[in-house]
Antibody, heavy 119, light 109 residues
């Protein structure tokens, strides 16, 4: 069964750092694309970052230079290192598999982990 | 930068009615890379449609997608009670690499 499970969310002060993890089962992160998408309270979906099977990474302008996506092939996980956090980064963060078979749609999602940036 | 604009913001309909949701792109989007998602409160989004018109695995055939270029449509032929949710369109491949529309809330009238 394909499954993604996020962890690492919590309360952090503005300017602080947090590392989110996405544990994947049912497929290999080394040969698939995995993306992070966030949703601020009461707001819509915002794409954050993606890592491709070849290792290329891309970011939304709102997080570029502050967030870093990476993967651990042996552990089959994808991480999102978030630095210089701002109040506007407060959101539920989802990881999702991007499927080229589904036109690069995000076909499997985790349940999300909540990040709150507040003093 | 491609911006996706969805309309209407809220759609009030009754079960059994037909729903038509619109997604307009600020620049042409490849039909191959236009998707629709459904999200219910407290849940993760679910992929409904990819490639503008292909249903994802397990999606009922009352959901259909169409369109090309800058105009795309999600149609729900006969609304079931479980269809009332928020719907998002999403494009892949143009700067930014991915982007979502702001969503359409489908509510019970």
């Amino acid at each position: 069964e394909v499954q993604l499970v996020e962890s690492g969310g919590g309360l952090v002060q503005p300017g602080g750092s947090l590392r989110l993890s996405c544990a994947v089962s049912g497929f290999a992160v080394s040969s698939n694309y995995v993306s992070w998408v966030r949703q601020a309270p009461g707001k819509g979906l915002e794409w954050v970052s993606v890592i491709y099977s070849a290792g290329s990474t891309y970011y939304a302008d709102s997080v570029k230079g502050r967030f870093t996506i990476s993967r651990d092939k042996p552990k089959n996980t994808v991480s999102l290192q978030m630095n210089s956090l701002r109040a506007e980064d407060t959101a539920v963060y989802y990881c999702a598999r991007v499927s080229w078979e589904a036109g690069y749609g995000m076909d499997v999602w985790g349940l999300g982990t909540t990040v709150i940036v507040s003093s | 930068e491609i911006v996706l604009t969805q309309s209407p913001g809220t759609l009030s309909l009754s079960p059994g009615e037909r729903a038509t949701l619109s997604c307009r792109a600020s620049q042409s989007v490849s039909s191959s890379f236009l998707a629709w998602y459904q999200q219910k409160p407290g849940q993760a989004p679910r992929l409904l449609i990819y490639g503008a018109s292909s249903r994802a695995t397990g999606i009922p055939d009352r959901f259909s997608g169409s369109g090309s270029g800058t105009e795309f449509t999600l149609t729900i032929s006969r609304l079931e009670p479980e269809d009332f949710a928020v719907y998002y369109c999403q494009q892949y491949g143009s700067s930014p690499m991915y982007s979502f529309g702001q969503g359409t809330k489908l509510e019970i009238k």
